[in-house]
Every structure is written in structure tokens, then in C-alpha cells.
Antibody, heavy 127, light 106 residues
Framework: EVQLVESGGGLVQPGGSLRLSCAAS????????MHWVRQAPGKGLVWVSS????????TYADSVKGRFTISRDNAKNTLYLQMNSLRAEDTAVYYC????????????????????WGQGTTVTVSS | DIQMTQSPSSLSASVGDRVTITCRAS??????LNWYQQKPGKAPKLLIY???SLQSGVPSRFSGSGSGTDFTLTISSLQPEDFATYYC????????FGPGTKVDIK
């Protein structure tokens, strides 16, 4: 069974740090781009960060750039998100997400879709 | 950065209704547009990728269309399990989600 299981969430004070982990199973982890997506209580989905299959290319939302670091260990089938200088507005459920590459016959092109999501881990930043 | 908007932000509908949700990108994104469904307390689920391709296992009452900046998600005959929040998302440059459209029972 294809599965993503996040861990590492919890309560942290403003300015503190936390590292999220995402254990992947049931698929060839090292061949997929991966993302972190978050959702504040009662709010919509927000893309946080992406990493390519071998970990050499990373991108971040402006709101977390310079504070968060995405990484992966393909030998351990695990994705990470190191979160530093946490703020109250970082409070959210954090989802680990697989990005699948699809080939579309209509347009003869490749497209990405977030096809597998973890159950999420909750991060609360509060004093 | 590419911004995504959706309309309406919410709608009330009855079982059997045809429902259409619109998504607009701040610049052309070709067909790099996906749609997701999220139910309360659950992770989102991919419905449509590449603007109009149905993800495996998704009922055929869901369909997507559009290209460039304007896109639509249509549910041809709303079922009880379709009451949820729907998000569009672009994959042309990084990733951006729309604000969501909540579909609830009239």
C-alpha cells in the first residue's frame, strides 16, 4: 500500500524550532518529487516547499523562505522539514505530499499532480 | 508568483444538481491546473490533473475544462458524498492553491 506518514508535530514557542518527518512506503520514493503543504485551522491549503527526486533542487513559499529547510534521505525513504524561527502564523496541519508525473495524450505533454497525501501532523506555535 | 482565485467561495446545492466551480490564474498556465476535493478532517484528494484528465478511481460525474487562465470544475449530478471543499492548484511555476470553494447542502 502506498503510504505517507508524518510525525514530529507538536507545541512549540514562538522563535523555536521543530523538525517534521515523513516516512514513505509502498512506492519508489527516490523517483518522486515531494512537497510539504500546510493548512491553518479553518483555512485553505498552502503550498510550503518542494524537493526534487534526488534532493538537489528545492523551492519555498516566500512566507517560509530562510526559515524552513526541506530535505530527503532516499536511503531511508524519508522526507523532512526543518522549521526554525517559528511564528504563530505557522500554526497548521502539515501534509507530506507525493507529486506524480502524468503524460497527457491530448497535449503531448507532462503534468504534475499531488496524488498521495499523508494524514498530516499538527504544529502549534504558541507561548 | 502566480495567484489563483476561485468563484464562488461557497455554494449551496441539492443532490442531483449540476455544479460548476471556476478557477482563474493571474497569468497563463497552459493546462497546468489540478483540482482537489477535501472533506472535513481529511487530507485532500486529487480529482483532475492537466485541467481535464480524471484521476484513476474518480467518478465520471467530475469533469474539468479550460486552458490559459480560466478553468472550470463541473459535477454533473451532485451526490451526497460530494459535499466538500474544492481547491484548484497550478503546477506551472512552483505550486499555488486557490482559496477553495465549499459545497454544502441546500
Amino acid at each position: 500500500e502506498v503510504q505517507l506518514v508524518e510525525s514530529g508535530g507538536g507545541l512549540v514557542q514562538p522563535g523555536g524550532s521543530l523538525r517534521l518527518s515523513c516516512a514513505a512506503s509502498g512506492f519508489s520514493f527516490s523517483t518522486y518529487w515531494m512537497h510539504w503543504v500546510r493548512q491553518a485551522p479553518g483555512k485553505g491549503l498552502v503550498w510550503v516547499s518542494s524537493i526534487n527526486s534526488d534532493g538537489t533542487n528545492t523551492t519555498y513559499a516566500d512566507s517560509v523562505k530562510g526559515r524552513f529547510t526541506i530535505s530527503r534521505d532516499n536511503a531511508k525513504n524519508t522526507l523532512y522539514l526543518q522549521m526554525n524561527s517559528l511564528r504563530a502564523e505557522d500554526t497548521a496541519v502539515y501534509y507530506c505530499v507525493r507529486d506524480r508525473l502524468y503524460y497527457d495524450i491530448l497535449t503531448v505533454a507532462y503534468y504534475y499532480g499531488m496524488d498521495v497525501w499523508g494524514q498530516g501532523t499538527t504544529v502549534t506555535v504558541s507561548s | 508568483d502566480i495567484q489563483m482565485t476561485q468563484s464562488p467561495s461557497s455554494l449551496s446545492a441539492s443532490v442531483g444538481d449540476r455544479v460548476t466551480i471556476t478557477c482563474r490564474a493571474s497569468q497563463s498556465i497552459s493546462r497546468y491546473l489540478n483540482w482537489y476535493q477535501q472533506k472535513p478532517g481529511k487530507a485532500p484528494k486529487l480529482l483532475i490533473y492537466a485541467a481535464s484528465s480524471l484521476q484513476s478511481g474518480v467518478p465520471s460525474r467530475f469533469s474539468g475544462s479550460g486552458s490559459g487562465t480560466d478553468f472550470t470544475l463541473t459535477i454533473s449530478s451532485l451526490q451526497p458524498e460530494d459535499f466538500a471543499t474544492y481547491y484548484c492548484q497550478q503546477s506551472y511555476s512552483a505550486r499555488t492553491f486557490g482559496p477553495g470553494t465549499k459545497v454544502d447542502i441546500k
